[in-house]
């Protein structure tokens, strides 16, 4: 057992947080919000500099060979910050998918292309009636002369209004909610039967829309093998859970912190508020919250790459609860003890309030996994 | 990073594990398993088999027969005790005075005391709380006056867990009423319970149970060479006790133990026409607790590696999470093993679901049901109450 970071990954983490501390302020970000995109192709171009879009990618294609837990390091500091940037779909999610089933040819010709910034990508599967049902599909790919075509609609896709590729799961063969039979495409994003109609999350992330109107691709489209992708899309859920798990836990510091600072120099009654005990043992509570949800984040970054499935999935079902219930008290209580200001669009509790309420309907909520450990019970 | 255990870790546990199986007695693991306590015999044998393997008092220094296990191995031996389960390393001996004696005695008192500590041939208790002196234990009034080479004690003690059991106590008591603050004036006394004064009153705790006392002191005569420490530096000792063994505070084998009872019993219990434990509320309880207990052992890991790695002797403020939520889990799973008695969980003891001549006229888990639950109130109570550990959490990390 070892808690220690490399010298590699202090080094990572120190410049990511410096960065985000001069570039990535509340009042920064709120500019970055209002640009077209939705966000800032500057620091986009600042992050390829670093080399954060190459970090879970080999080197061979010009990655930084690094593991979950240098993506856990990068994510706890988008977290305090709240970055809106689309890494999590770039590189996280699609880049999951590429990482596990792209054949050479596909990782050769995207991911360089991610790496240097040039390429956005998004991971298209959940579709409006199958809430976190990874099985239920109705997007359909049938084969045609020298590819597919593609028809149907996806759901809630993050950041899927920039992407220049999109990773689809189709099906193929099978029933709605047969695990077999379901297959991933890459699609341009600017495809012919391609409609994508972008808006902004409750955090002020964005997200799409995508249909898919007999929209023809190559042979060269399929990503992995016909009919697996459950698998991928299983592996690419918990590559999520785990970059957003630590994205939470940088929100909860952040949320601590700030909550801590407004107890201290808040005054009622002629003192300052955290001098009630009551409050003093909800941030106590808060603490202890946070602590538990950082240890079940770092469980999800030694899961990403276990390959006994089943102790996999069930340590990932653990930490998703435990990180989502950490969120939920922590975000909860954080707006509480600041009163009336928390409520406000202006100041920035409420802001970190919705990023990790997203965090909670992604992958799967508590309640789902709360199932899924139950049922394992007999 | 990695949490996992190496392989060395792995290997240890089993030898912990392969060591407890061997030499702990399969009734007395049995009647633990659903709920009793050891009786005093068999917890000085097992501390004697320990202490014959060396590892009665793995938290005491090498030269008094402490081990040199790294903290890892610590929990895992612990938790190897608790999940068994055995009976624990005697707390008072093992490490409350041990490790005191250990770092302030005199060596004729570590030479004496000590041995006979690991091997449990004294049976010792903490006289520490008063009825006026709870969570605010330096506002004790228990006097204690030099007369030459004796002190003269005079007052009380409550809360004193195996005082009708205890060979020796060590207590804390006012040696200058007149200090500036009320942290200076006390000391810290080995006091023999034979001695003629002392008297020993029974508390019945809720769970029907024998376990708490109060003793009175009535002009007894203590020799100035059983103080430990200073006169008046007492205040050290303590805080230097309460804050030095934290490792298995959370006792999150005793709570996996718990659930593991409560999911086999859900086993045979009928509910709706099948197994109790195949009821979606059941289950959901189960999961939960499943989750906070993975969430505290990570934790505790957590907590664990920072402490091997800093050297102030300090103790960790986060020790207080490990004491509230390892609490908060002992009464979440106890609780559940009483819920799934259902109604065997009323009755009061399992020998009156027997008929005459003793013939069982239940199963055999029923009126186990509600001890622990009953019992484990007190966790969030002793040791410091789980609203003063949030205080400490407040005092040393968020510092409003």
């Known amino acids: 057992m070892d808690f220690d970071l490399t010298d590699d990954q202090k080094l990572l983490t120190d410049s990511v947080a410096r960065l985000l501390g001069d570039r990535y302020t509340f009042e920064a970000r709120k500019g970055f919000q209002k640009q077209d995109a939705g966000w800032s192709a500057d620091m986009w171009g600042q992050f390829a500099e670093m080399g954060l879009l190459g970090l879970p990618f080999d080197e061979a294609y010009g990655g930084f060979g690094g593991g979950a837990v240098d993506i856990m390091l990068v994510m706890e500091q988008f977290g305090k910050a709240l970055v809106l940037e689309p890494y999590l779909a770039t590189v996280v999610l699609a880049g999951t998918a590429l990482r596990v089933a792209g054949s050479e040819a596909q990782k050769s010709a995207i991911l360089p292309e991610i790496i240097g910034g040039a390429m956005k990508l998004a991971f298209a599967h959940g579709e409006q009636g199958a809430r976190y049902d990874l099985s239920d599909v109705t997007t359909t790919a049938r084969k045609a002369a020298g590819g597919w075509v593609i028809d149907g609609a996806k759901s809630v896709v993050l950041h899927g209004d920039c992407a220049d590729k999109i990773v689809v799961s189709a099906r193929t063969s099978g029933d709605r909610n047969d695990e077999a039979g379901i297959t991933l495409f890459l699609v341009d994003g600017d495809a012919k039967g391609v409609t994508r109609r972008g808006y902004q999350l409750r955090d002020g992330t964005r997200a799409a829309e995508i249909s898919f109107a007999s929209v023809e691709i190559g042979d060269d489209g399929l990503l992995g093998t016909l009919g697996t992708g459950f698998a991928v899309i299983g592996r690419v859920g918990e590559a999520g859970i785990s970059a957003m798990s630590a994205e939470v836990v940088g929100s909860m510091d952040k949320m601590l912190d700030v909550t801590l600072d407004y107890l201290r120099t808040r005054q009622q009654f002629g003192k300052a508020i955290g001098e009630n005990q009551v409050l003093q043992h909800k941030a106590a509570d808060m603490l202890m919250a946070t602590e538990q949800g950082r240890s079940m984040s770092m469980l999800a970054a030694m899961m990403v790459d276990e390959t006994d499935d089943a102790e996999r999935t069930r340590n990932f079902a653990l930490a998703k609860v435990g990180v989502g219930q950490a969120g939920r008290f922590v975000s909860q209580n954080a707006v509480q003890l600041h009163g009336g200001i928390g409520m406000t669009e202006e100041y920035l509790i409420g802001h970190y309030f919705r990023r990790v309420m997203m965090f909670e309907h992604s992958f799967g909520d508590t309640a789902y996994y709360l199932n899924k450990l139950a049922d394992q019970v007999h | ?400």
């Open chain 2, 1 to 400: 990073m990695d949490l996992r255990f190496t392989a060395e870790e792995i290997a240890w546990r089993d030898e912990v594990r392969a060591f407890i199986d061997a030499e702990l007695d399969p009734a007395l693991r049995e009647r633990m398993r659903v709920g009793f306590g050891p009786t005093k015999q068999e917890t000085i044998d097992w501390q004697r088999k320990l202490n014959k393997k060396g590892w009665a008092c793995p938290g005491w220094p090498e030269e008094f027969g402490g081990a040199t296990w790294t903290p890892v191995q610590r929990l895992i031996f612990n938790e190897a005790i608790q999940s068994a389960p055995a009976p624990d390393l005697q707390g008072f001996n093992i490490t409350m005075l041990g490790p005191v004696l250990a770092h302030f005695g005199t060596p004729e008192q570590k030479a004496y005391f000590l041995p006979r500590a690991a091997n449990l041939d004294d049976w010792w208790c903490q006289g520490f709380s008063e009825p006026g002196a709870g969570s605010d234990l330096a506002s004790l009034k228990t006097a204690a006056k030099r007369e030459g080479d004796f002190y003269i004690v005079n007052g009380q003690k409550i809360w004193t867990s195996t005082a009708h059991m205890a060979d020796w106590i060590f207590a804390l008591v006012r040696t200058d009423p007149n200090a500036r603050k009320k942290q200076e004036g006390i000391s810290f006394l080995l006091i023999d319970m034979k001695t003629p004064g002392i008297t020993v009153r029974p508390i019945i705790s809720i769970d029907g149970s024998h376990h708490l006392n109060e003793v009175f002191f009535d002009d007894v005569k203590v020799p100035v060479h059983q103080r430990v420490y200073e006169e008046n530096r007492g205040w050290d000792v303590a805080k230097y006790l309460l804050g030095n063994e934290r490792s298995g505070i959370a006792r999150l084998g005793k709570s996996r133990a718990n659930l593991e009872f409560a999911v086999d019993t859900a086993r045979q219990v009928r509910s709706g026409g099948a197994p109790l434990v195949e009821d979606r509320g059941f289950r959901h309880r189960v999961a939960q607790i499943e989750v906070d207990i993975k969430a505290l052992e990570l934790t505790q890991m957590r907590v664990i590696a920072a402490a091997s790695k800093k050297s102030d002797g300090k103790p960790d403020p986060f020790s207080s999470l490990l004491k509230i939520k390892g609490t908060e889990l002992l009464q979440a799973t106890s609780e559940l093993i009483m819920d799934t008695g259902g109604p065997m969980a009323m009755p009061i003891w399992a020998s009156e679901l027997h008929a005459l001549g003793n013939e069982p006229i239940a199963p055999e888990w029923a009126g186990y049901m509600a001890a622990p639950y009953l019992m484990l109130r007190a966790a969030s109570i002793y040791g410091g109450t789980n609203e003063i550990q949030r205080n400490i959490l407040n005092k040393a990390v968020l510092r409003l």
